[in-house]
């Protein structure tokens, strides 16, 4: 059977005997790996099961929204223009918001969103995952920051939530032209025949949600609806995965009846994996579960070994549903090791061979 059939299949909770990964590495992480291998690509060095797509970008430049900037020193995003200064961290940067002083509907009317049919370049995508599809991986294309995180990213996050609080008609404004276009990603990423839609909004914090659960369905359960239900009207087969960071037990049966499929990260810190995978294992297939604030970055390679075993265990007790990853980005912190311990885990089980 081929990798991308089980992968497909693992998905679909129909096969427990193959477990997909992926993982993603921080700046300092990769160039140790390009150090240790001496490889440039370490989805390809390790044969990931599962690729992301994404356009590349036509005709948009940064210079349109130098107007919403007071300094030069900022790095500003070609496609949304939010900006960037260079933080004293790593790779971390401040965000900053070129909506953060608007005060009417007019402002955002007028602000210049990127065309999601023209700037886009859908035609070399449509290749770019034929040509993944026949290296036998499964495609996913990406869409998070859905609607929320792209709204705060422009305006700012307690100017948003103000917004929503108290003044509707620029909430709505901002959000209904967020959907629009990300309706429109939707339909192209269908079209050109991505196996799974990464959708993905940041609504909760490791101890509960951001906003209520009655304010979430108010501003974002319905737009998120409307953009599952654009990709499903093209391609009715397209897995709906969704991100969301922290603890989302609150609205999991929402997102279930909206569409979504797949949930990520599920974050042992906050949420108990195998208790979700238990209660949701007939809906639900879970995509990460392994800790990126504990176990990748403080546990032993023997502790990473053994979760893994766990969640693996209970992917194989239910058939499947499960796509073992790390919660978040590997960042500086965490030892090569026990980046190791958990390919070399998945892979063991796999029946694939291994290289370290």
Not at 36 to 47: A, L
Not at 212 to 240: Q, T
Not at 298 to 319: L, W, Y
């Amino acid at each position: 059977m081929s990798v991308r059939k089980k992968t497909l299949d693992a998905i679909r909770r129909r096969n427990g005997s193959y477990i997909p990964f992926e993982f993603c590495l921080c700046p300092s992480k990769y160039e140790e790996f390009m150090q240790r291998t001496g490889s440039r690509n370490y989805v390809e060095y390790y044969k990931f099961p599962l690729r992301g797509t994404y356009p590349e970008l036509i005709n948009l430049g940064s210079q349109r929204f130098e107007k919403y900037y007071d300094s030069d020193n900022i790095y500003i995003e070609p496609e949304w223009g939010v900006g960037h200064v260079k933080g004293s961290m790593a790779h971390f940067t401040k965000m900053v918001h070129p909506m953060e002083k608007f005060e009417c509907v007019y402002e955002i009317l007028e602000y210049p969103f990127p065309d999601a049919n023209l700037n886009f370049n859908w035609e070399k995508l449509e290749r770019d995952v034929k040509s993944l599809i026949e290296k036998d991986t499964v495609v996913s294309g990406g869409l998070e920051c859905t609607i929320f995180e792209t709204a705060w990213y422009l305006r700012g996050m307690e100017n948003l939530f103000l917004d929503m609080t108290f003044n509707e008609d620029m909430a709505n404004c901002l959000l209904d032209r967020i959907t629009e276009i990300k309706c429109t990603f939707a339909r192209m990423y269908a079209k050109a025949g991505c196996d799974i839609l990464r959708l993905g909004d940041d609504v909760s914090t490791q101890l509960d949600m951001m906003m209520s659960p009655d304010m979430w369905k108010k501003y974002l359960k319905g737009r998120l609806e409307k953009v599952i239900a654009c990709a499903k009207e093209i391609n009715p087969d397209i897995f709906i995965f969704y991100h969301g960071d922290g603890n989302l037990t609150k609205i999991i049966p929402d997102l279930i009846e909206i569409g979504v499929e797949i949930l990520n990260p599920v974050q042992p810190e906050c949420m108990d994996p195998l208790r979700i995978k238990d209660e949701y294992k007939d809906k639900l297939t879970l995509w990460g579960t392994l800790g990126t604030q504990t176990l990748m970055p403080f546990g032993t390679p023997s502790e990473v070994r053994d979760f893994c075993m766990k969640m693996i265990d209970k992917a194989r007790e239910d058939n499947g549903g499960l796509v073992l990853a790390p919660t978040h980005v590997l960042e500086p912190e965490v030892p090569f090791e026990n980046i190791l311990a958990f390919v070399e885990t998945v892979k063991v089980y796999n029946g694939e061979k291994i290289r370290i």
